[in-house]
């Protein structure tokens, strides 16, 4: 079994988190604490996944919740008690290791 190993670092003033390693259920809390502590409200993070060997069901879902949990944080300070309408659907088998995967966030508020 491979160790992770993760960095938090800051690059043009960004926060960058380095991961290397085997993500799966023995190390994905490593990831999640890492991406927690490089997480600043209003502000982009990169996940630099460049030299993850594996990523399992677990860590795609510390992906995506931290994801979500950002989106939720910006969404709450700027519109308050207005409820997001949205619907994800995400099809794991049509996914390609080679992809750059963006997530973006719309919403639209009338006066």
Do not use: Y
Not at 33 to 58: C, H, K
Request: charged residues 20%; contains cysteine; proline residues 4%.
């Amino acid at each position: 079994m491979q160790t992770l190993q993760v960095t938090v670092t800051i690059r043009h003033d960004c926060p960058v988190v380095g991961v290397a390693g085997e993500v799966d259920m023995t190390t994905v809390a490593q990831l999640r604490a890492a991406i927690d502590r490089g997480m600043v409200p209003n502000e982009p993070l990169v996940l630099d996944l460049t030299r993850v060997a594996f990523l399992d069901a677990s860590g795609l879902r510390t992906l995506l919740g931290a994801s979500g949990d950002a989106v939720g944080a910006v969404h709450g300070e700027f519109f308050k008690a207005t409820r997001p309408a949205a619907t994800m659907v995400v099809v794991a088998g049509l996914l390609d290791a080679r992809w750059k995967v963006e997530i973006e966030a719309e919403a639209e508020v009338s006066a």
